[in-house]
């Protein structure tokens, strides 16, 4: 299983691809609740991911051409990867890239400020936090607050997958991040509609979350949110 090019562009054919490698889930009549209280009709498992060398590798190789594409990897001295399915993806990018590795925990263990983060991390190092995906980025929050306390110099994030769809920047606001994608619900959209994926409830369904997620979150049991 690859990526391969179609008229659709690039970002349809990754989500084509991810389609293919049975990541994307639909739920009609009962919506999926994500770990920060949004709701959502439709999931991503990228972690599946592991399980399709060619796919992964090209994945890896078109997220790197956009990092570059974006003078993201001038002067990174670190891959960051976010526990736990980040940490695959941030060992083959790092491995690509001839560059250290460290991963950054969810919570910290054992007694220190530096038991989030596992690896050696020096303090004033440019580092790339890679994960597989962002939805709400309650968790992103929680890795750039880490690596903030550990001095670390963080300006880009990374992840295949952006839901594209909540009100992340003003949960990242106050670490001033970039967050670069592949590919995210929109494209997945038009890649169902060109294909075999989903019968037309679905597709409707998923149209409709996207015309207004917050609203549809909060019309399907998900968490109410406020500006501030």
Known sequence: MSISRNDLGLTSSIAQALIDAGCVQFRIDEPFRLPSGWTSPVYMDC????????????????????????????????????????????????????????????????????????????????????DDLMAAAESKREFCRALNEAGAKLKDIFVLFEYGVFPTAEVLKPWDVSVHSLCNWNDVLVAAKTGSLADDRAIDELEAFLL???????????IVWTRG
């Open 212 to 222: 207004d997620p917050v609203a549809w979150s909060h019309a399907h049991g998900g």
């Open 47 to 130: 972690r599946r991911l592991i399980s399709f060398p060619r796919l992964r590798r090209d994945l890896v190789s078109e997220g790197l051409q956009l990092l570059r594409d974006r003078n993201c990897l001038e002067g990174v001295d670190a891959i960051v990867g976010a526990e736990a399915s980040g940490i695959a993806l941030a060992a083959w990018i790092a491995d690509a890239l001839s560059l250290p590795m460290q991963y950054v925990r969810k919570q910290a263990k054992g007694l220190g400020p530096s038991r989030q983060i596992e690896g050696l991390i020096e303090r004033g190092e440019r580092v790339l936090l890679v």
